[in-house]
Every structure is written in C-alpha cells, then in structure tokens.
C-alpha cells in the first residue's frame, strides 16, 4: 500500500530558530496537506497544496508541494512556544488520505 | 473554516457497554465522512468512512458489527462503539470534506473502557 515517510520524527529546537520537515513517498498525490495537532485534539489545517511546484505561505509558514508530487515540505520560520505540538502531512489519493507519521515539535525553554 | 463538532469529547464506560459518538458538520453538509482511529503517538488510522443514505465502508482489519456507523443526515454521522473492551479504549477522531475535498477535523473523543 501506499505509505509517507515524514521526517524528521521529533526536533527540539529554540525558540526563535527556523525550522524544516518534509514528506516523501513512492507514490504520486494529487494534494498534499498539513496539519497539527495538539494534544488531546484533533489536526487542524495548516496549509493545503494542489499543484506540483506550488509554494504557499500561512503566517510564518511555508509549504511547497514537490515537482515530482512525491514529496512536499514545511517549513517554521522564527519559531514561538505555540508552536509545539505534532505537525502531519498527508498526501489525497482518490478520496482517502494517506498519512505520515508526525513530527513532534519540542521547544527548548 | 469549516467546523466539525465531535461528541461526546471524553467519555469513560465499563467493559461491556455500548459508546456512541457524533460528528456533525456546523456549517455544510457532508454526504461522506470519516472515522479514525489514533494510539498515542501514532497517526492516524482509517477505520471507515460513513456514507449517507447508504452502508459505511470499512478499512481492512475493522469490525463492521464493533464499530457501528450510522449516517443518516448530511451533517451527522455517529459512531458506536459496541460492548466494548478495555482495548477498545483510544483516541477516535472524526472528519468531513469540504471543497478541494479537504478534510477537517472534529476535536476527537477519547474513550476509556474500564
């Protein structure tokens, strides 16, 4: 079946300092997403991308979608304690989503 | 955005007994939805997806007669959770796709079975 492989599995950066994860898989998507969750809820949409190539931005955060459509990266520009929390990507075949398995974002105090 | 109401948002019950939960879309309609489930951390895992008017359909390895899915209307679709077991207990999120077929999600309910 069709799996992701997101990386890194759990960064522990600074407050203030950038930071990067991405996503890639064996398979072709049509959408790639982002999102985070906190713990206890649910993932709430970060950012959504369509076409191969796209780069959008959301706030302090950038998303680029892989020319090749397997892969796709975020990133956290100037991160901040809210920030915390478990980042997922997730790549849309047909009308299912495929998972990665989360980055767990840990700021140093 | 579009919200999704999951409820209840926790909820403890004995061995045995039968848990349901809703997941309602606020402000559209949801002819699909879908129920995960998620072990602390872990991601999430497709359980089924909820059809309405029509029977859900299933993941490989979910029992259709231990998780019940009902989707009557096209903003509620409810899960339940059928005398269930301690190793029922987890973290069950619910979803519903908007345009671009994004889904959003509910806040997720977790279930304790004692």
């Known amino acids: 079946g069709q799996q992701l492989n997101q990386s890194p599995q759990s960064m522990f950066i600074q407050e203030g300092e950038d930071v990067s994860m991405n996503c890639t898989s064996s398979s072709i998507f049509n959408t790639w997403l982002w999102y985070k969750q906190d713990p206890g809820e649910g993932p709430v949409l970060l950012i959504a991308l369509y076409k191969a190539g796209e780069l959008t931005s959301n706030g302090r955060l950038t998303a680029q979608f892989g020319i090749t459509r397997k892969d796709s990266f975020l990133n956290i520009s100037a991160s901040i304690p809210s920030d915390v929390g478990i980042y997922f990507c997730a790549g849309r075949f047909s009308y299912q989503l495929i998972w990665g398995a989360g980055t767990k974002l840990i700021i140093k105090p | 955005g579009a919200v999704v109401s999951q409820h209840p948002s926790w909820v403890i019950c004995k061995s045995g007994t039968s848990v349901k939960i809703e997941c309602r879309s606020l402000d559209f309609q949801a002819t699909t939805m879908f129920w995960y489930r998620q072990f602390p951390k872990q991601s999430l895992m497709l359980m089924a997806t909820?059809?309405?008017?029509?029977?859900?359909?299933?993941e490989q390895g979910v029992e259709k007669d231990k998780f019940l899915i009902n989707h009557a209307s096209l903003t509620l679709s409810t899960l339940t959770v059928t005398s269930a077991h301690p190793e029922d207990s987890s973290f069950y999120i619910c979803?519903?796709?908007?345009?671009?077929?994004?889904?959003?999600f509910g806040a997720g309910t977790r279930l304790s079975v004692l």
């Open positions: 979803s519903a796709p908007v345009e671009g077929n994004i889904q959003y």
């Open positions: 909820s059809n309405e008017g029509s029977k859900a359909t299933y």
